[in-house]
């Protein structure tokens, strides 16, 4: 007979599926901190997969997407088990932010892991979530998006060590931009990564992309991506499928170059090489002037690009990656 699995307030056996929360401190109120969990647990061993989402307040498609991917896994089909965060930081999600309008301190939740007991506010919530990650996860998924301001086009960093790569190239065919992030960071991969487990932050989305049929579809793209993942693992049966290869380099933060309103090039295609030089918006003053033009600084890819208009000298205009190398060998085999 197989022990159960403790997570959070969550005691779970093989073929079970159970609710229950992560906590951390309390409220006025007095009511406990609740960072709620879904885990699926399989009838099967295998591995343990953690799904972050909303670790940013203002990026509900990890939310969304991991429930329509929860309704496609069957424990009694399930090898190995499932942890789904939907948000891992739920104040900032109340509030639509990318973090805890409450804690200025350790605003950005995505810098601060592994946290720390006796913290600041956010520090100590992404402590004790890190604390039964470490414990029971083998690879992780941190589900990202461009949030109010901006949209991001399938992009993975995947922390720099094989098994994150792979696990990046497990996501499936439309995820060919597979950056490597440095272990020890301190967002949530990076961690995992300095275990020597997997861990990637993926990115895909924003608030531009969420009313109605959009949203689904960003949704189902990820939940496509995660099902490919357990059938690269062997947690569910079924064939994974895979980019042809992967583009590996590194990112340029392109930044407003002045104050007033961005308007992207209307031809601008993301995830596409592009040459040096290509127009990718212009932003005018309020009388309509061009006060400066946004070119691609050199050969790259646009996977991100700012969605809301207005914009200050200094601010994210474009995610802009530069390609060192294609490789096709992601995957151990
Ligand atoms: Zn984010």
Known sequence: MSKAIQIGTVSVL???VKRGAIEAGADMAGRPYAMPITV????ADGPCLW?????HGDEPEGAFSIFLALKQIDPQQLRGTVVAVPAMNVNAFTAGMRGDPL??????MNRIYP???DGYPTERIAHAHWLAMKETGDLQIAVHSGGE???LAHMIFASDNPVSLELAAAMGPQWPLVFRSPVGGGNPSSMMGSLGKGGITVELGGNC??????FHTVAADLAASYLNVLRHYGMIDGTATYAPAWQQGYQIALLAPATGIFVGNPDLPFETLIPQGTPLGVIYNLYGDVLAELVAPRDGVVFGLRSRPSVIEGQWCCFFGVIEQTVDNLISK
């Open 103 to 108: 804690d200025t301190f350790s605003y950005d």
């Open 51 to 55: 799904i972050n989402g909303a670790t």
């Open 14 to 16: 093989p073929g079970e």
């Open 209 to 214: 992309r969420t009313l109605t049929r959009d």
């Open 40 to 43: 699926v647990r399989g009838v």
């Open 149 to 151: 301001h901006s949209y």
């Open 115 to 117: 946290g720390k007991a």
